[in-house]
């Protein structure tokens, strides 16, 4: 049986790892050719490749460039020109973090996180928009956050590249929208990754907690159903919106945040 995503191209940012991988394994197992991005150790990176290849017989294409810089998001978006001809779905979800009072904020993080969490989208999409109008179809999903809705203090390069992301992905949407592209952010609330459990040590740092404090006193504090959210469901998300049902979803911020946002 032919899968719904069979022929289409989806280059995700920050997909070596947490959220991201799962976008891959979910679009993959839809059949799409991936591009991968983000940092990690070269085996076990290729080893995810393999299977994400393995999961439909389509490609997967690692293209390990450095988001922060604008020659490098160019170099990936041609890695992927050259390897499939486009990219139909795009992704922007490579981000990071960093948590620290607004006076000792360090400006080299501030500069790093509006660059990565916020330019780059920019940059990928302005590269990627042509390719879908020519091809009158297209998605672009930003795995923004609760925080493109509400602020949580000590976040606060963060919250304005989120908040950011928001008005950027309601704009194009209203750009491409007569093309049969869409353009949405997705925002989850606390979802188990990599990124959650390193920022635990500087929290407890910031507001003098222990680390028990900080998973429930502060992480899972605002999330009603006192339950992380899962990579997975995340990417369920992310391939409803690939679909025809999701074809007049556009300039959405979709919510997956435990009800964070509904307080
Ligand atoms: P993660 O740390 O597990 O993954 C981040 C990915 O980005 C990795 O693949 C990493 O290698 C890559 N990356 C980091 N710096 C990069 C750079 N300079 N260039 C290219 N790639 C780079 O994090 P995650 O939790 O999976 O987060 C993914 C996205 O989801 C982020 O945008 C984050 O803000 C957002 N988000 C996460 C949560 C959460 O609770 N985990 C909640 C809301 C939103």
Redesign the pocket.
């Given at each position: 049986m032919s899968k719904f995503l069979t022929g289409k191209t989806a280059l995700i940012?920050?997909?070596?790892?947490?959220?991201?991988?799962a976008y891959a394994k979910a679009l993959a197992g839809e059949g799409a050719n991936i591009v991968i991005?983000?940092?990690?150790d070269a085996d076990a990176i290729e080893k995810e490749r393999q299977g994400l290849e393995s999961l439909s017989g389509a490609k997967a294409l690692y293209s390990?460039?450095?988001?922060?810089k604008v020659d490098q998001i160019e170099a990936m978006m041609k890695d992927a020109a050259d390897a499939f001809g486009g990219v139909d779905i795009l992704i922007n979800?490579?981000?990071?973090?960093h948590v620290a009072p607004v006076e000792e904020f360090p400006l080299d993080k501030w500069d790093?996180i509006i660059a990565?969490?916020l330019n780059?989208a920019f940059h990928t999409t302005r590269l990627a928009v042509p390719y879908m109008k020519d091809r009158k179809w297209g998605r672009i999903i930003q795995?923004?956050?609760?925080?493109s809705l509400v602020a949580s203090p000590y976040k606060s390069a963060?919250v304005t590249a989120?908040h950011g992301l928001a008005g950027f992905t309601k704009t194009v949407a209203l750009e491409v929208a007569t093309f049969g592209v869409t353009a949405n952010c997705i925002?989850?609330?606390?979802?188990?990754?990599?990124?959650?459990e390193?920022q635990i040590p500087d929290t407890m740092k910031a507001r003098n907690m222990t680390r028990e404090q900080v998973m429930n006193d502060v992480l899972l504090a605002g999330q009603p159903t006192k339950e992380?959210?899962t990579?997975e469901q995340v990417a369920a998300t992310a391939l409803y919106l690939c679909s025809d049902a999701a074809a007049q979803v556009t300039g959405a911020n979709l919510s997956i945040d435990g009800g964070w946002t509904a307080q």
């Open positions: 940012t920050g997909s070596t790892s947490g959220i991201g991988l991005n983000g940092f990690g390990g460039h450095d988001l922060t979800n490579a981000g990071m973090q790093l990565l969490n780059a795995t923004a956050s609760a925080h963060y989120k925002s989850p609330g606390y979802v188990w990754t990599p990124l959650v390193n992380f959210v990579a």
